[in-house]
């Protein structure tokens, strides 16, 4: 009896090996992860309509398994902010990204998002990272969909490799609640 | 537009205020009437009640610390009978008080709030004076002279809903009424738009709505920016369309310094204008379609809107945000063979207009969805002072470039389409239309582009060519000046309006010699249609509010700026 079992899970082995491979666990749920992020697209101004172009026909991000946009931040995992980000919208943009659930991460789209750009100006935002941590920064005004694309391409392989995000971990919204 | 004007004017003023000495003054082709704060009222109501001017285009603020009166009120009106223009100026001291003229012209309400929100001057009478742009924890007058240009002030918390803002509301305690906020994240408000809205039942009871999410201080760049500098700037107040914005800024300054520019420049302008209004319309008829439910509309023409993208691309290296103007003409020649691309675009856009023309003109979801929502006369909006497609959907006649033809528009042979209803499938219609007749204009002037120079070559307004510079001491003496220097156009102050792809796109310019405008005020189109919004939705399903916020072409870099 025992020896016909080892027989028959000897042999389901050698069928599995045509059909499967082996990895861990984390590996394949971060291939799965980074193959279907699904974007929060919080476009406010220019960036936003060059967003629309990556979305659009030419550039068509769900090449990359983005393409199920959620405006609804509890079904999303990638939020891009494409715009300039005004003092009046950082309270807005921080509840939202504590809606959204983990693993979470951001692009900051352009230099208004990432720096403020060139508003130096007494309503706007000098960077969305001053109210919530961003992972990868775009830089252009508005970038070309080709940085975007190559933007979350980068996401993609920090879900792959796994890496560490400090400025993550050790992120404080500051005076915003 | 002459001192006929001016004088007929005087005379009629002269009668209806009789023993009072108003202070008359032409310049740079503008009317402009001084009065005492006193007659504003009076005086804008007689020009309206005599049919003399039928709209009230904008009202502006202006600050000059070092006067003892330190702010000017201006209120630019216009009449589309005869395209004439006059603008009435009336000073304010700090702690004064202006009265409001929201019961002459109902769309004098956000303009107010607005030089309120940004110099602190309050108008008497007016309902609802709050704070339009800034967040509602910004302390100080941000328009100021005296407030520093990079002084920002944190926002710590979201605005809650509220609806205060109609003070003769009278609550109706039997009703059972649910609160709604839509935005400003949302994917029906494009962006940064937040609308409030209080429901009975799936009808729209109460509405309100809060701007200036996206309030990025263009004014207050504009005043820290030399003139050239400035032109970025531009492109990102409409940004679905930039090359008009740069075009109107541009000929603002143009028209102050006195310069007109060469032919060439003019063709290249009225064809990147064309151009703008096709993608312009093509974001406002895809994204109206996609919010309403139809996607297949946003991806077949945004194939089309990369065509242009790549148009602008051979010109300027930049797909969105182009700054291909200067003032005095254009940065440079376009490349060889661009103009043969530009009319084979023409051929290729044509198909795609009747192709969107077959999947939504008879379509009847589209048509249930939007014949008869959003419905406005032409007198109300007129006095809500809405320009452009969603006037012209009215059955209002009205477009600068007919009205008061600029560059070679006079000389072209196009149409004006119009509407009967103003609801939003006669806007969709109107900007279809618009569409046929701009691929009309481009294809009359990229097939006969004029000889000669791109820009004016005064070297006080222009940089020298490269070569010039690198090669002669003259051509690096030029450009050391003019860089050193600035350019500097003459104390005065201008309005000066261009017809762009949402409606009259107006500048007012006040320039004192320096090398940075003093003041520069935008006249957004969508900001005096989108005051209207919460009337119009008031009263109407809930769904339809979608539609009609997707088809005013709400964008907000020019609305909030």
Redesign the interface.
């Known amino acids: 009896m025992a020896e016909a079992l080892r027989t028959a899970d000897r042999e389901l082995v050698e069928t599995t090996r045509s059909f499967a491979f082996t990895t861990k666990l984390e590996s394949i749920v971060a291939w799965g992860r980074k193959n279907s992020l699904w974007p929060m697209p919080y476009g406010t101004a220019c960036c936003g309509i060059e967003m629309m172009s990556v979305m659009g026909p030419r550039y068509d991000l769900a090449r990359f398994g983005a393409e199920v946009v959620r405006f609804s931040p509890r079904q999303a995992d990638l939020m891009i902010v494409a715009g300039t980000i005004t003092e009046k919208m950082a309270p807005v943009i921080l509840r939202i990204y504590q809606q959204m659930l983990e693993p979470k991460y951001v692009l900051s789209m352009g230099a208004c998002a990432s720096s403020g750009g060139f508003y130096r100006a007494y309503h706007v935002l000098q960077g969305v990272d001053k109210v919530i941590p961003v992972d990868v920064y775009v830089p252009g005004c508005p970038p070309t969909p080709e940085a975007v694309l190559d933007g979350v391409m980068g996401i993609q392989k920090m879900i792959q490799d796994g890496a560490k995000r400090p400025w993550k971990t050790s992120w404080q919204p500051g005076v915003w609640r | 537009m002459s001192t006929d004007t001016l004088a007929s004017l005087q005379m009629d003023l002269r009668g209806k205020f009789p023993g009072v000495n108003f202070d008359y003054n032409y310049a740079f082709g503008n009317n402009v009437i001084h009065i005492p704060k006193e007659y504003v009222v009076a005086l804008l109501k007689h020009f309206k009640d005599t049919g003399r001017f039928d709209f009230l285009m904008q009202v502006a603020g202006a600050d000059y610390p070092e006067r003892a009166k330190r702010f000017d009120v201006v209120y630019e009106l216009f009449s589309s009978r005869t395209s004439e223009r006059v603008r009435v100026k009336t000073q304010v001291a700090e702690g004064d008080t202006v009265p409001t003229v929201i019961h002459v012209w109902k769309g004098a309400d956000w303009f107010e709030r607005e030089i309120y929100d940004m110099f602190g001057v309050q108008f008497d009478g007016h309902p609802n004076m709050r704070r339009l742009?800034?967040?509602q924890q910004?302390v100080g007058w941000?328009l100021r002279k005296d407030?520093?240009?990079?002084?920002?002030?944190?926002?710590?918390?979201?605005?809650p809903i509220f609806f205060d803002n109609d003070p003769s509301y009278v609550p109706d305690p039997n009703k059972d009424l649910v609160p709604l906020n839509i935005g400003?994240?949302?994917?029906a408000t494009?962006?940064?738009l937040r609308v409030m809205v209080q429901l009975d039942g799936e009808r729209v009871h109460r509405a309100n709505v809060e701007l200036?999410?996206?309030?990025?201080?263009f004014e207050?760049?504009a005043e820290t920016h030399p003139y050239n500098q400035v032109i970025?700037?531009t492109?990102?107040l409409n940004?679905?369309s930039a090359p008009m914005n740069n075009v109107g800024y541009c000929k603002a300054v143009e028209k102050l310094l006195g310069v007109e520019i060469p032919p060439k420049a003019q063709a290249i302008r009225v064809i990147l204008c064309e151009l703008s209004r096709i993608i312009d319309h093509i974001?406002c008829v895809a994204a109206n379609a996609v919010d309403l439910g139809a996607l297949t509309g946003?991806?077949?023409l945004?194939?089309y809107?990369?065509k242009v993208?790549t148009l602008f691309e051979k010109l300027c290296g930049a797909?969105?945000?182009v700054s291909l103007t200067r003032v005095g003409g254009m940065a440079n020649n376009p490349p060889e063979g661009w103009y043969k691309d530009v009319l084979a675009f023409v051929q290729e856009m044509k198909v795609g207009v009747d192709e969107l023309d077959l999947l939504l003109t008879g379509n009847k979801i589209w048509i249930e969805r939007t014949r008869g929502v959003g419905k406005i006369s032409a007198a109300d909006a007129i006095e809500w002072g809405y320009t452009g497609p969603c006037l012209r959907a009215t059955g209002v006649g009205l477009d600068l470039r007919k009205a008061q033809p600029y560059y070679m528009y006079d000389q072209l042979d196009f149409d004006i389409p119009v509407g009967t209803s103003g609801d939003v499938f006669d806007r969709y219609l109107v900007r279809v239309a618009e569409m046929r007749q701009s691929l009309k204009i481009i294809e009359q002037v990229a097939k006969n582009i004029p000889e000669g120079d791109y820009t004016i070559r005064d070297k006080n307004i222009v940089l020298p060519d490269k070569k010039d510079v690198y090669g002669n001491i003259e051509g690096l003496m030029n450009h050391f000046m003019l860089v050193i220097k600035g350019l500097r156009p003459p104390v005065g102050e201008i309005y000066d309006a261009t017809e762009a792809a949402n409606g009259e796109l107006g500048f007012y310019l006040v320039s004192d010699n320096s090398a940075k405008p003093y003041r520069l005020k935008v006249r957004p189109p969508c900001f005096a249609i989108y005051q209207s919004f919460s009337k119009q939705i008031t009263g109407g399903l809930l769904a339809d509010v979608i539609a009609v916020l997707g088809s005013m072409n709400l964008i907000?870099?020019e609305l909030d700026r």
């Open positions: 742009l800034v967040h910004f941000p407030y520093p240009a990079d002084q920002q002030q944190h926002c710590t918390e979201p605005l400003p994240s949302h994917p494009h962006g940064t200036g999410y996206l309030h990025r201080c207050k760049m970025p700037y492109d990102r940004y679905c974001v946003f991806f077949h945004f194939t809107r990369e993208y797909r969105l945000t907000a870099g």
